[in-house]
């Protein structure tokens, strides 16, 4: 299956991404979504619901989240403020060979990190902690201590044994609502722009009609409406951010047919009208 998110992450030599995430955030509000890369979710203030498949923890101030590879994560924030980092691990190949074995083998699933990790005063919250501090501060030499920061936490993962393996795990079978999720995801942010129905949805989930509205809530706790409306405008909020394109042909690239309609939901979600969005919002 084709993964959820393409996106390029940093540069091409350097592929990670930090996002400092408050109310005013386009992806406050992070809906169900999975990529290939590593991700780890930091709380800052508050609290985060987090679901990572069907495991749920709530995270608070200090607790850390490491979020697989293909893991169909989403979260939901209660007064919080939390700090993400996303990165390809295999660009921490190198030659020595036990290093590369431990790290495709995360990248592959044949090893999974443990996800939760509670705040402590321990070597593995000082690393990630010092791998969220370079890349928010991001001095001259930020680069190299943010990648010596990524292999300690490797090597501390390695060292305190803080994953499982899944190869000889005969009891391991794939969750085929995960496999069905996933396929409805793709579908509507692939053709989030388009007028889709829940007929649409329903087929590409491979679930009959009447019974597709009742499991997509189950597992994404919104309807399938909710889901793609808040979508659009997640997207419109990035295309408000980083494009010189007017509201009104924002509105209609994002799947909008109404242009009041979609003003009224960006304020809803957003609280905020998307023109003043615009003018607050750091390019």
Known sequence: MA???????????????????????????MSAHWHSEIELVRVLEG???????????????GDIVFVNSETLHQAIPDE??????????????????????????????????????????????KAAGDAFHHLSCQSSGYKFKTIAAFYMLLGIIADEHMYHSTVNDKTLVVDKNIVKLKKVLSYMR???????????????????????????????????????????????????????????????????????????????INKISPGKFRKKQPK
């Open 80 to 125: 919080c403020v939390y700090e993400c980092i996303v990165f390809h691990i295999n660009f921490l190949y190198n030659d020595t060979l036990s290093c590369r074995y431990f790290i495709e083998s995360i990248l592959s699933g044949g090893n999974v990190v443990n996800e939760f990790h509670p705040l402590k005063n321990d070597e593995f919250h």
């Open 47 to 61: 609290h985060l619901e987090i679901k990572l498949n069907n495991n749920e923890y709530l995270a608070g101030p």
């Open 190 to 268: 692939e053709n989030y722009n388009k007028n889709i129905t829940l007929e649409d949805m329903a087929k590409t989930a491979g679930i009959s009609f009447k019974y597709f509205g009742t499991f997509f809530k189950n597992m994404t706790r919104k309807t399938p409406i909710d889901y793609l409306i808040e979508y659009r405008i997640e997207k419109a909020s990035r295309k408000l951010l980083h494009t010189d394109m007017s509201v009104t042909d924002i509105a209609y690239s994002c799947g909008f047919n109404d242009l009041s309609y979609f003003i009224k939901t960006f304020k809803k």
């Open 3 to 29: 993964y959820n998110e393409l996106e390029q992450r940093g540069t091409s030599d350097f592929p990670v991404e930090f996002f400092h995430i408050d109310e005013h955030h386009p992806r406050y509000h």
